[in-house]
């Protein structure tokens, strides 16, 4: 069975930090594109940041540019999301997503959902004092 396990989410202060993990089973993450995404009570599904498998080129969305961080290690069949600075505004379920890169014809697909077609169960990130 294909599928994308989220965790490493929970409650923390703002200022503080969190890193989520996306692991594949049965799959190697090596040639699929991934996407942190998330929503907000009453709000639409965003991209957050997203990794290409062809280059390493990723896309961070203006709200979270210089506090949060995306890597992918191949080996351990795992995508992080290093998430710093923490603000309530970030409060959301956050989910990962992935794409095969033989799906898309550029080098990266677009950060947002309708681009990915496998998705996780979502973890919650709940910033607040």
């Known amino acids: 069975q294909l599928q994308l396990v989220e965790s490493g989410g929970g409650l923390v202060q703002p200022g503080g930090s969190l890193r989520l993990s996306c692991a594949a089973s049965?799959?190697?993450?090596?040639?699929?594109?991934i996407g942190w995404f998330r929503q907000a009570p009453g709000k639409e599904r965003e991209g957050v940041s997203c990794?290409?498998?062809?280059?390493?080129?990723?896309y961070y969305s203006d709200s979270v540019k210089g506090r949060f961080t995306i890597s992918r290690d191949n080996a351990k069949n795992t995508v992080y999301l290093q998430m710093n600075s923490l603000k309530p505004e970030d409060t959301a379920v956050y989910y990962c997503?992935?794409?095969?890169?033989?799906?898309?014809?550029?080098?990266?697909?677009?950060?947002?959902?309708?681009?990915?077609?496998?998705w996780g169960q979502g973890t919650q990130v709940t910033v607040s004092s």
């Open positions: 990794i290409s498998s062809r280059d390493g080129s990723v």
């Open positions: 997503a992935a794409i095969g890169s033989w799906v898309v014809t550029t080098v990266q697909p677009m950060c947002i959902p309708h681009e990915y077609d496998m």
């Open positions: 049965g799959f190697g993450l090596g040639l699929y594109h």
